[in-house]
C-alpha cells in the first residue's frame, strides 16, 4: 500500500453501486468518498485534493466536451484522471474517451480490474507529476544560470571601469581573490560531504542488496546455520553415537530379560555405525590436510550496464538517511545518468587448484547470470550483467587474490579462471578422469564453502561476529576480508558415498547440503572424480557433481 493514501472520489446516483465501489477501494487501502450528483462531485475537486474521478458515463453525457478535461484541473492540485463507468459497449467507451475521460470501464467490471486500472492511472499520473517536478527543476536552473550569466557579465563590465582606476582595481582584484577562496571552500565541504553519504549509502546498499539487514538478523541467522552445520559435522556425528551407546548400556543393565535382546540390538547396530564413522573419519583426515588448503571461497562482484550506451546501471537518488530514492509504490529507483552509487550484486562459490595458476569451478558461479531466472528478467529490460571483481580467497593466505574468466566449458557446468596464485605455492589437486573412478557405493568427500554470508560466518563465534558486522557495515567484501584477517576462511568438510553414476553426473549423499557450488569431490585414493554443481535443499541422497573428465578440454595447452 502506498505511504501516502490516495484520494478516490465517486460519482454515482446509484446508491447501492456507489456503496460498492466505496467498499472496494476502501478495502485496498484507499482514501474514498461519493458524491450523487456531478455538481456535488465538481464542489469536492474545487475545496480538496482529488487524485481520481470515478463519474458515471451517462453523467458525463449531460456536460460540455471539455468539461471532463477541465476537471483535471480544478482543485488544490492538478493532473486529476477520470474513470468513466459506461452502461453500454463499445459505443459509451468510444463517446468516453471522446470527452477526454483517462479510461473507460464497461460491465460486468470485477474488483480486481477496477483496482487494477485504479493503479494504472495513479501510475501515470504520479510519473506525470515526476515529469512537471524535474520541467520546473530545470527551469528553476536555467534562471539561475541565466543570472549567473548576467552577473558574470557585469563583472566584466566592472572590471573593464576598474583597469581605469587605480583604486578600483585593486578592490576589484581582492573581490575576485575572496569570491575564488570562497568557492574552493564550497567545493571542497561539497566533496566531503558527497564522499561521506557515497561511503555511507554503500553500506545501506549493501544491506538492500545483499541481505545483510541488521546486525541482530545477521547473528540470529549466523547461529542457525552454525546449528545445521555442527548437525553435519563428523565430530558431532560420533558425539551422538557415542552418547546413544552410553544410554543403550545404562538401560540393558537396568532391563527385564524380554527387553534385554532388543536393547543389544540396538547397542550393537549403534556401535557399528560409530566404528564405521570413526574409520573413514580416520582415512579422510589425510586426504583432507593435503587438499584443503587449495581449496578456495571465490567471490563475484556483478554490475549492470546497460546494451546500447555501456552505461551502468545506478541508484536514482540518496536519501538524507542514506537509503536509495523510492518511488510512491515504494519500489527503489533506478537510472543510468548521475553519480549515485552502481547497483551491485555479490554471489559466493567455491573453487580449487587444478593447474599452474588456473582454477577450476562451475559455470554458474563464475558467471552468476547462467541459467538464473531472476538474472534473466534483468537482462530482458536490456541491461548485460558483468564482472566487477573476482576475487578468490584460500585457507590461511595474506589476502584474496584477483581472478579472471579463461574459458567456460560447452559440455558441462563447468569454467576456468586464472590469476597469479603461484605465489601462495598450494598443490594442484590431483584429478582421475576414468569412468572407472567413480564406482556406486564408494566413499567420497565433498569440500567447499557455503553460498550465503551467514553460512560462511557461521565458523566465527558469536563475539567475533559482532565484531565482522559492525567493521564491515554490511558490505559482502569487507565480511569475508575480515573472515581473512581472522584466519576463518577454510571448506566445509563432508562425507558420503556415490549412489549413482550416470554419463554426465554424479550423484551421492551428503551430511550437509549447504551449498559448495564448484567444490571437489574427492574419492578415497585422495583424487578428484568430480566437481559439485547441484545440492537439493533438505533431501540428502540426491547431490550432484560433473565428471572430472568433462575439465580436461579445459586444462589442454
Known amino acids: 500500500m502506498p505511504s501516502k493514501r490516495e484520494n478516490i472520489l465517486i460519482v454515482e446516483p446509484d446508491e447501492t453501486l456507489r456503496q460498492q465501489l466505496l467498499e472496494v477501494l476502501r478495502s485496498a487501502?484507499?482514501?474514498?468518498?461519493?458524491?450523487?450528483?456531478?455538481?456535488?462531485?465538481?464542489?469536492?475537486?474545487?475545496?480538496?485534493?482529488?487524485?481520481?474521478?470515478?463519474?458515471?458515463?451517462?453523467?458525463?453525457?449531460?456536460?460540455?466536451?471539455?468539461?471532463?478535461?477541465?476537471?483535471?484541473?480544478?482543485?488544490?492540485?492538478?493532473?486529476?484522471?477520470?474513470?468513466?463507468?459506461?452502461?453500454?459497449?463499445?459505443?459509451?467507451?468510444?463517446?468516453?474517451?471522446?470527452?477526454?475521460?483517462?479510461?473507460?470501464?464497461?460491465?460486468?467490471?470485477?474488483?480486481?480490474?477496477?483496482?487494477?486500472?485504479?493503479?494504472?492511472?495513479?501510475?501515470?499520473?504520479?510519473?506525470?507529476?515526476?515529469?512537471?517536478?524535474?520541467?520546473?527543476?530545470?527551469?528553476?536552473?536555467?534562471?539561475?544560470?541565466?543570472?549567473?550569466?548576467?552577473?558574470?557579465?557585469?563583472?566584466?563590465?566592472?572590471?573593464?571601469?576598474?583597469?581605469?582606476?587605480?583604486?578600483?582595481?585593486?578592490?576589484?582584484?581582492?573581490?575576485?581573490?575572496?569570491?575564488?577562496?570562497?568557492?574552493?571552500?564550497?567545493?571542497?565541504?561539497?566533496?566531503?560531504?558527497?564522499?561521506?553519504?557515497?561511503?555511507?549509502?554503500?553500506?545501506?546498499?549493501?544491506?538492500?542488496?545483499?541481505?545483510?539487514?541488521?546486525?541482530?538478523?545477521?547473528?540470529?541467522?549466523?547461529?542457525?546455520?552454525?546449528?545445521?552445520?555442527?548437525?553435519?559435522?563428523?565430530?558431532?556425528?560420533?558425539?551422538?553415537?557415542?552418547?546413544?551407546?552410553?544410554?543403550?548400556?545404562?538401560?540393558?543393565?537396568?532391563?527385564?530379560?524380554?527387553?534385554?535382546?532388543?536393547?543389544?540390538?540396538?547397542?550393537?547396530?549403534?556401535?557399528?555405525?560409530?566404528?564405521?564413522?570413526?574409520?573413514?573419519?580416520?582415512?579422510?583426515?589425510g586426504v583432507i590436510r593435503a587438499n584443503a588448503s587449495s581449496v578456495c571461497l571465490l567471490h563475484i562482484s556483478v554490475s549492470l550496464l546497460d546494451k546500447d550506451s555501456r552505461r551502468p546501471l545506478r541508484y536514482g537518488a540518496i536519501n538524507p538517511d542514506g537509503e536509495p530514492l523510492k518511488d510512491s509504490d515504494g519500489n527503489i529507483v533506478y537510472t543510468l545518468d548521475g553519480r549515485a552509487p552502481e547497483v551491485r550484486e555479490d554471489f559466493f562459490g567455491t573453487g580449487f587448484i587444478v593447474a599452474d595458476n588456473a582454477v577450476l569451478t562451475n559455470h554458474h558461479v563464475a558467471q552468476p547470470w547462467w541459467e538464473n531466472d531472476a538474472m534473466s528478467a534483468v537482462i530482458q529490460q536490456g541491461l548485460q550483467p558483468t564482472i566487477s571483481e573476482l576475487t578468490a580467497y584460500f585457507p590461511d593466505a595474506a589476502a584474496g587474490v584477483p581472478l579472471s574468466v579463461s574459458q567456460i566449458s560447452d559440455q558441462a557446468d563447468l569454467a576456468l579462471l586464472r590469476g597469479d596464485i603461484s605465489s601462495l605455492k598450494r598443490p594442484i589437486l590431483k584429478l582421475d578422469g576414468r569412468k572407472e573412478a567413480a564406482i556406486s557405493g564408494q566413499p567420497l568427500i565433498s569440500l567447499g564453502y557455503a553460498t550465503g554470508i551467514s553460512a560462511i560466518l557461521a565458523r566465527a563465534g558469536d563475539e567475533a561476529v559482532k565484531d565482522i558486522v559492525k567493521s564491515a557495515a554490511g558490505d559482502p567484501k569487507r565480511i569475508v576480508e575480515a573472515l581473512q584477517q581472522r584466519k576463518l576462511i577454510r571448506p566445509l568438510v563432508t562425507q558420503g558415498h556415490i549412489g549413482d553414476v550416470l554419463s554426465d553426473k554424479i550423484v551421492y549423499d551428503a551430511q550437509t547440503t549447504s551449498g559448495s557450488s564448484g567444490g571437489p569431490l574427492i574419492n578415497r585414493d585422495g583424487q578428484v572424480i568430480g566437481v559439485t554443481f547441484a545440492v537439493v535443499k533438505g533431501f540428502g541422497g540426491s547431490n550432484f557433481g560433473v565428471p572430472i573428465r568433462y575439465a580436461q578440454p579445459l586444462l589442454k595447452p
Open 29 to 285: 487501502g484507499y482514501e474514498a468518498s461519493s458524491a450523487a450528483t456531478p455538481e456535488e462531485g465538481f464542489r469536492v475537486v474545487q475545496t480538496g485534493s482529488v487524485d481520481i474521478f470515478l463519474l458515471a458515463a451517462d453523467l458525463a453525457d449531460v456536460l460540455c466536451c471539455n468539461s471532463l478535461s477541465e476537471i483535471k484541473g480544478l482543485g488544490s492540485t492538478s493532473n486529476t484522471r477520470v474513470i468513466l463507468f459506461a452502461r453500454g459497449g463499445g459505443g459509451d467507451r468510444a463517446r468516453g474517451l471522446d470527452l477526454g475521460a483517462d479510461d473507460v470501464l464497461t460491465p460486468p467490471w470485477e474488483p480486481a480490474e477496477l483496482l487494477a486500472r485504479v493503479r494504472v492511472q495513479l501510475r501515470e499520473k504520479h510519473l506525470l507529476e515526476d515529469l512537471q517536478l524535474k520541467t520546473r527543476i530545470a527551469e528553476e536552473g536555467q534562471q539561475i544560470a541565466h543570472n549567473a550569466f548576467q552577473a558574470i557579465a557585469v563583472t566584466e563590465k566592472m572590471t573593464r571601469d576598474a583597469f581605469s582606476l587605480g583604486r578600483a582595481l585593486k578592490i576589484g582584484v581582492s573581490a575576485l581573490l575572496t569570491v575564488a577562496a570562497v568557492i574552493s571552500i564550497i567545493f571542497l565541504l561539497f566533496t566531503r560531504r558527497a564522499d561521506k553519504e557515497t561511503r555511507r549509502a554503500y553500506s545501506v546498499i549493501a544491506q538492500l542488496e545483499h541481505g545483510v539487514r541488521t546486525e541482530e538478523a545477521l547473528v540470529a541467522e549466523t547461529r542457525k546455520a552454525r546449528d545445521e552445520l555442527q548437525q553435519s559435522d563428523v565430530t558431532e556425528q560420533k558425539r551422538q553415537l557415542q552418547q546413544q551407546t552410553d544410554d543403550l548400556r545404562q538401560k540393558i543393565s537396568g532391563a527385564d530379560s524380554s527387553e534385554v535382546a532388543a536393547l543389544r540390538k540396538q547397542l550393537d547396530d549403534t556401535t557399528s555405525r560409530l566404528k564405521k564413522v570413526e574409520t573413514q573419519s580416520d582415512a579422510a583426515e
